[in-house]
């Protein structure tokens, strides 16, 4: 069974950077384009970075610059490296295939606040 977990979240202030990680049991990192999307109260859930099978990846124009999407493959897990965040950061952050094909897991909450 496919199983996603995000970890890695929590408050920082802006400016700041966290590094969220997603294991990611049962896919495989070759067949499967793997991304993060976020999701803010009250607001649709986004794209916000994927990184396809060959390793190309590709940004939301909000990230773009600042967020960096990566994986290890022996581990199974993928990472977002975030930097320079802005409270328009503010969400829930969640991993899954692209098309999001998978459960959803429970995400990670990351606060950018003062």
């Known amino acids: 069974q496919v199983q996603l977990v995000e970890s890695g979240g929590g408050l920082v202030q802006p400016g700041g950077s966290l590094r969220l990680s997603c294991a990611a049991s049962?896919?495989?990192?070759?067949?499967?384009?793997m991304a993060w999307y976020r999701q803010a109260p009250g607001k649709q859930r986004e794209l916000v970075a994927r990184?396809?099978?060959?390793?190309?990846?590709q940004y939301a124009d909000s990230v773009k610059g600042r967020f960096t999407i990566s994986r290890d493959h022996a581990k199974n897990t993928v990472y977002l490296q975030m930097n320079s965040l802005k409270p328009e950061d503010t969400a829930v952050y969640y991993c899954?295939?692209?098309?999001?094909?998978?459960?959803w897991g429970q995400g990670t909450q990351v606060t950018v606040s003062s």
């Open positions: 899954n295939t692209l098309p999001p094909n998978q459960p």
């Open positions: 049962g896919i495989s990192f070759r067949i499967n384009t």
């Open positions: 990184i396809a099978g060959l390793g190309v990846t």
